[in-house]
Protein backbone atom coordinates (compact mmCIF):
# COMPACT_ATOMS: atom_id res chain seq x y z
CA UNK A 1 0.00 0.00 0.00
CA UNK A 2 0.94 3.21 -0.73
CA UNK A 3 1.87 5.83 2.37
CA UNK A 4 2.57 9.45 2.05
CA UNK A 5 4.43 11.17 5.69
CA UNK A 6 5.17 14.85 6.39
CA UNK A 7 7.65 14.75 9.29
CA UNK A 8 7.09 18.70 9.65
CA UNK A 9 3.94 19.01 11.63
CA UNK A 10 4.37 22.52 12.14
CA UNK A 11 6.25 25.35 10.15
CA UNK A 12 6.71 29.26 10.48
CA UNK A 13 8.26 31.62 7.89
CA UNK A 14 8.14 35.37 7.99
CA UNK A 15 6.56 37.51 5.40
CA UNK A 16 8.42 37.73 1.55
CA UNK A 17 10.63 34.86 2.65
CA UNK A 18 10.98 31.23 1.26
CA UNK A 19 9.93 28.06 2.90
CA UNK A 20 10.08 24.70 1.84
CA UNK A 21 7.69 22.09 3.23
CA UNK A 22 8.73 17.77 3.01
CA UNK A 23 6.91 15.04 1.84
CA UNK A 24 8.07 11.76 1.33
CA UNK A 25 6.39 8.27 -0.32
CA UNK A 26 6.14 5.18 -0.36
CA UNK A 27 5.44 3.40 -3.50
CA UNK A 28 6.03 0.26 -5.44
CA UNK A 29 4.45 1.73 -8.88
CA UNK A 30 7.02 3.26 -11.58
CA UNK A 31 4.27 6.16 -12.53
CA UNK A 32 2.03 8.27 -10.96
CA UNK A 33 0.98 11.67 -9.77
CA UNK A 34 1.54 13.74 -6.63
CA UNK A 35 -0.15 16.59 -4.99
CA UNK A 36 0.45 19.66 -2.76
CA UNK A 37 -3.04 20.81 -1.26
CA UNK A 38 -3.94 23.75 0.83
CA UNK A 39 -6.34 24.01 3.62
CA UNK A 40 -7.30 26.56 5.15
CA UNK A 41 -9.23 27.73 8.14
CA UNK A 42 -12.43 27.44 5.99
CA UNK A 43 -11.40 23.75 5.16
CA UNK A 44 -11.89 23.69 1.48
CA UNK A 45 -8.99 22.04 0.14
CA UNK A 46 -7.35 24.05 -2.85
CA UNK A 47 -4.73 22.35 -5.51
CA UNK A 48 -1.89 24.05 -5.34
CA UNK A 49 0.37 22.00 -7.48
CA UNK A 50 0.46 18.76 -9.84
CA UNK A 51 3.82 16.72 -10.94
CA UNK A 52 3.57 13.71 -13.07
CA UNK A 53 6.00 11.22 -11.90
CA UNK A 54 7.09 10.33 -15.65
CA UNK A 55 8.04 13.98 -16.04
CA UNK A 56 11.70 15.00 -14.75
CA UNK A 57 10.94 18.87 -14.61
CA UNK A 58 9.62 20.09 -11.80
CA UNK A 59 6.92 22.20 -11.38
CA UNK A 60 5.98 25.53 -10.94
CA UNK A 61 3.11 27.61 -10.28
CA UNK A 62 3.85 31.25 -9.69
CA UNK A 63 5.32 31.45 -6.28
CA UNK A 64 4.99 27.76 -5.65
CA UNK A 65 7.83 24.87 -7.09
CA UNK A 66 8.41 21.27 -6.51
CA UNK A 67 11.34 19.51 -5.71
CA UNK A 68 10.62 16.25 -7.36
CA UNK A 69 13.42 13.58 -6.67
CA UNK A 70 11.68 10.16 -7.84
CA UNK A 71 14.17 8.01 -6.80
CA UNK A 72 14.25 9.48 -3.41
CA UNK A 73 10.64 9.00 -3.30
CA UNK A 74 10.94 12.99 -1.94
CA UNK A 75 8.37 15.52 -3.31
CA UNK A 76 8.79 18.98 -1.27
CA UNK A 77 7.11 22.26 -2.03
CA UNK A 78 8.89 25.83 -2.04
CA UNK A 79 6.63 28.72 -1.54
CA UNK A 80 8.62 32.16 -2.24
CA UNK A 81 7.81 35.35 -0.99
CA UNK A 82 5.46 34.03 0.97
CA UNK A 83 1.87 35.80 1.72
CA UNK A 84 -0.42 36.11 5.11
CA UNK A 85 -2.71 34.19 2.84
CA UNK A 86 -0.56 31.51 2.01
CA UNK A 87 -1.22 30.78 5.42
CA UNK A 88 -2.69 27.10 5.93
CA UNK A 89 -2.39 23.66 6.43
CA UNK A 90 -0.80 21.83 3.53
CA UNK A 91 -1.13 18.30 2.22
CA UNK A 92 0.93 15.93 0.38
CA UNK A 93 -1.30 13.98 -1.64
CA UNK A 94 -0.22 10.28 -4.30
CA UNK A 95 -2.49 8.73 -6.74
CA UNK A 96 -0.85 5.57 -8.82
CA UNK A 97 -1.53 6.32 -12.05
CA UNK A 98 -3.30 3.23 -13.47
CA UNK A 99 -7.20 3.37 -12.70
CA UNK A 100 -8.29 -0.62 -12.31
CA UNK A 101 -9.64 0.38 -8.58
CA UNK A 102 -10.24 3.56 -8.61
CA UNK A 103 -8.05 7.20 -8.30
CA UNK A 104 -7.98 7.80 -4.60
CA UNK A 105 -6.12 9.93 -3.31
CA UNK A 106 -3.54 9.48 -0.07
CA UNK A 107 -2.67 11.88 1.67
CA UNK A 108 -0.16 13.11 4.21
CA UNK A 109 -0.57 14.23 7.95
CA UNK A 110 -0.32 17.78 7.27
CA UNK A 111 2.13 20.88 7.55
CA UNK A 112 0.78 23.86 9.48
CA UNK A 113 1.62 26.68 7.87
CA UNK A 114 2.28 29.80 9.63
CA UNK A 115 3.41 33.29 8.08
CA UNK A 116 4.04 36.03 10.63
CA UNK A 117 4.35 39.79 9.54
CA UNK B 1 -18.59 28.00 -12.34
CA UNK B 2 -20.27 26.77 -9.21
CA UNK B 3 -18.15 24.56 -7.04
CA UNK B 4 -18.99 21.53 -5.14
CA UNK B 5 -22.17 22.16 -3.24
CA UNK B 6 -22.18 20.38 0.32
CA UNK B 7 -25.05 20.28 3.65
CA UNK B 8 -24.92 20.87 6.31
CA UNK B 9 -22.13 22.53 6.91
CA UNK B 10 -22.46 21.47 10.73
CA UNK B 11 -24.15 18.66 12.51
CA UNK B 12 -24.40 18.08 15.96
CA UNK B 13 -25.65 14.35 16.72
CA UNK B 14 -26.31 12.13 19.78
CA UNK B 15 -24.38 8.59 19.44
CA UNK B 16 -26.44 5.77 17.65
CA UNK B 17 -28.79 8.50 15.89
CA UNK B 18 -28.83 8.66 11.87
CA UNK B 19 -27.09 11.52 10.00
CA UNK B 20 -27.00 12.28 5.81
CA UNK B 21 -24.87 14.28 4.52
CA UNK B 22 -25.30 15.78 0.47
CA UNK B 23 -22.82 16.81 -2.18
CA UNK B 24 -23.87 18.52 -5.18
CA UNK B 25 -20.47 18.37 -7.91
CA UNK B 26 -19.44 20.53 -10.05
CA UNK B 27 -21.70 19.85 -13.69
CA UNK B 28 -20.22 17.62 -15.69
CA UNK B 29 -18.05 16.18 -13.52
CA UNK B 30 -18.42 11.89 -14.03
CA UNK B 31 -16.44 11.41 -11.00
CA UNK B 32 -17.31 11.58 -6.96
CA UNK B 33 -15.45 10.97 -3.84
CA UNK B 34 -16.32 10.71 0.03
CA UNK B 35 -13.69 11.62 2.30
CA UNK B 36 -13.27 11.24 5.90
CA UNK B 37 -10.96 13.61 7.67
CA UNK B 38 -10.45 13.34 11.26
CA UNK B 39 -8.97 16.04 13.39
CA UNK B 40 -4.97 16.16 12.75
CA UNK B 41 -5.08 13.96 9.99
CA UNK B 42 -5.21 13.61 6.11
CA UNK B 43 -8.37 13.21 4.59
CA UNK B 44 -9.17 9.55 3.88
CA UNK B 45 -11.34 8.16 1.28
CA UNK B 46 -14.39 6.24 1.77
CA UNK B 47 -16.12 5.58 -1.44
CA UNK B 48 -15.56 6.70 -4.71
CA UNK B 49 -18.24 7.02 -7.84
CA UNK B 50 -18.01 6.77 -11.51
CA UNK B 51 -21.42 8.19 -12.73
CA UNK B 52 -23.71 6.02 -10.31
CA UNK B 53 -22.04 3.43 -10.21
CA UNK B 54 -19.28 2.43 -7.28
CA UNK B 55 -15.43 1.93 -8.29
CA UNK B 56 -13.58 1.97 -4.71
CA UNK B 57 -15.29 1.64 -1.82
CA UNK B 58 -12.83 -0.76 -0.26
CA UNK B 59 -12.36 1.91 3.02
CA UNK B 60 -15.64 2.24 3.93
CA UNK B 61 -17.45 0.76 7.01
CA UNK B 62 -20.38 -0.76 5.73
CA UNK B 63 -21.80 -1.90 8.43
CA UNK B 64 -22.81 1.65 9.24
CA UNK B 65 -21.68 3.82 6.34
CA UNK B 66 -23.75 3.96 2.74
CA UNK B 67 -23.62 6.39 0.21
CA UNK B 68 -25.70 6.40 -3.01
CA UNK B 69 -25.11 8.88 -6.32
CA UNK B 70 -28.63 8.29 -7.77
CA UNK B 71 -28.97 9.26 -11.56
CA UNK B 72 -25.16 10.26 -11.45
CA UNK B 73 -25.20 13.79 -10.16
CA UNK B 74 -25.96 14.52 -6.86
CA UNK B 75 -24.62 11.85 -3.89
CA UNK B 76 -25.93 11.21 -0.14
CA UNK B 77 -23.34 9.80 2.73
CA UNK B 78 -25.42 8.23 5.77
CA UNK B 79 -24.24 7.04 8.75
CA UNK B 80 -26.70 4.34 10.53
CA UNK B 81 -25.90 4.33 13.56
CA UNK B 82 -23.35 7.10 14.08
CA UNK B 83 -20.55 6.08 16.79
CA UNK B 84 -17.96 8.83 19.00
CA UNK B 85 -15.32 7.94 16.39
CA UNK B 86 -17.11 9.14 13.27
CA UNK B 87 -16.96 12.54 14.51
CA UNK B 88 -14.80 14.22 11.99
CA UNK B 89 -15.27 15.94 8.46
CA UNK B 90 -16.49 14.35 5.67
CA UNK B 91 -15.05 15.95 2.55
CA UNK B 92 -17.05 15.51 -1.03
CA UNK B 93 -15.29 15.95 -4.54
CA UNK B 94 -15.73 16.10 -8.56
CA UNK B 95 -13.58 15.27 -10.98
CA UNK B 96 -14.15 16.13 -14.88
CA UNK B 97 -12.13 12.71 -15.77
CA UNK B 98 -12.34 9.31 -15.30
CA UNK B 99 -8.43 9.58 -13.78
CA UNK B 100 -9.53 12.14 -11.24
CA UNK B 101 -6.50 13.79 -12.02
CA UNK B 102 -7.76 17.23 -10.20
CA UNK B 103 -10.25 16.24 -7.88
CA UNK B 104 -12.00 19.75 -6.67
CA UNK B 105 -13.48 19.60 -2.83
CA UNK B 106 -16.11 20.76 -1.26
CA UNK B 107 -16.26 23.07 2.08
CA UNK B 108 -17.24 19.81 3.84
CA UNK B 109 -19.85 18.80 6.66
CA UNK B 110 -18.19 19.16 10.27
CA UNK B 111 -19.91 15.87 12.56
CA UNK B 112 -19.75 15.96 16.03
CA UNK B 113 -21.25 12.63 17.57
CA UNK B 114 -21.73 12.96 21.53
Known amino acids: AQTVTQSQPEMSVQEAETVTLSCTYDTSESDYYLFWYKQPPSRQMILVIRQEAYKQQNATENRFSVNFQKAAKSFSLKISDSQLGDAAMYFCAYRRSKETSGSRLTFGEGTQLTVNP | EAGVAQSPRYKIIEKRQSVAFWCNPI?????LYWYQQILGQGPKLLIQFQNNGVVDDSQLPKDRFSAERLKGVDSTLKIQPAKLEDSAVYLCASSPEWTGQTQYFGPGTRLLVL
Open chain 2, 27 to 31: SGHAT
